[in-house]
């Protein structure tokens, strides 16, 4: 069946520090990939997205690039902030599927 | 524009009773999927709703149920609880776009059973 993968957290990044955290997914057919962001206390929050093959999805500083070649969505930041602290959820729907998460990671940005 | 709205935000169970969460869909939004995020964990797909009907369902069993309501909000029940359902239940409603269209979370229902 689909699945996401993320790298292990907790990330622990200074302010400015610049961000990856990996994704990789297995599924069949082409899926949309999403990032979804959740703050302490709250749900989550779509944070970008691409729909095929070489889309870049950005928002808020944050891009990542659909790469089908390595099944592959990592989310990039150049200069993180204290604000990003969060737990960052990789997630797939192959559109008549519903999403699929990854176990999330959790960055905490020190200032 | 109103968001997804659950309640409770907080919820202790003993073992073996019977719980109902509720949640209301962001306004203009027929589709309501409920997902369970155990601690440490992404959330995992429990169930939808598409007009009152259910039209997916994850790997869950039939103790958990829903309904949806002709305003588009919705239950989901949970009956004979067990340790293992102590999560945190996201609601979740979309437009009529499919799977493709965002999903608009709300805060989720903490439930804990002992």
């Known amino acids: 069946g689909d699945s996401v993968t993320q790298m292990e957290g907790p990330v622990t990044l200074s302010e400015e520090a610049f961000l990856t955290i990996n994704c990789t997914y297995t599924?069949?057919?082409?899926?949309?990939l999403f990032w979804y962001v959740q703050y302490p206390g709250e749900g989550l929050q779509l944070l970008l997205k691409?729909?095929?093959?070489?889309d870049k999805g950005s928002n808020k500083g944050f891009e990542a690039t659909y790469r089908k070649e390595t099944t592959s969505f990592h989310l990039e930041k150049g200069s993180v902030q204290v604000s990003d602290s969060a737990v960052y959820f990789c997630?797939?729907?192959?559109?008549?599927?519903?999403?699929?998460f990854g176990k999330g990671t959790r960055l905490s940005v020190i200032a | 524009e109103t968001g997804v709205t659950q309640s409770p935000t907080h919820l202790i169970k003993t073992r073996g009773q019977q719980v109902t969460l509720r949640c209301s869909s962001q306004?203009?939004?027929?589709?309501v999927s409920w997902y369970q995020q155990a601690l440490g964990q992404g959330p995992q797909f429990i169930f939808q709703?598409?007009?009152?009907?259910?039209?997916g369902r994850g790997n869950f069993p039939p103790r958990f149920s829903g309904l949806q309501f002709p305003n588009y909000s919705s239950e989901l029940n949970v009956n004979a609880l067990e340790l293992d359902d102590s999560a945190l239940y996201l609601c979740?409603?979309?437009?009529?776009?499919?799977?493709?269209?965002?999903?608009?979370f709300g805060n989720g229902t903490r439930l804990t059973v002992t």
């Open positions: 599924a069949t057919g082409y899926p949309s």
């Open positions: 306004s203009g939004h027929n589709t």
């Open positions: 709703y598409y007009r009152e009907e259910e039209n």
């Open positions: 997630a797939l729907t192959r559109g008549n599927t519903p999403l699929v």
């Open positions: 979740a409603s979309s437009g009529t776009g499919g799977n493709n269209s965002p999903l608009h």
């Open positions: 691409a729909t095929k093959a070489d």
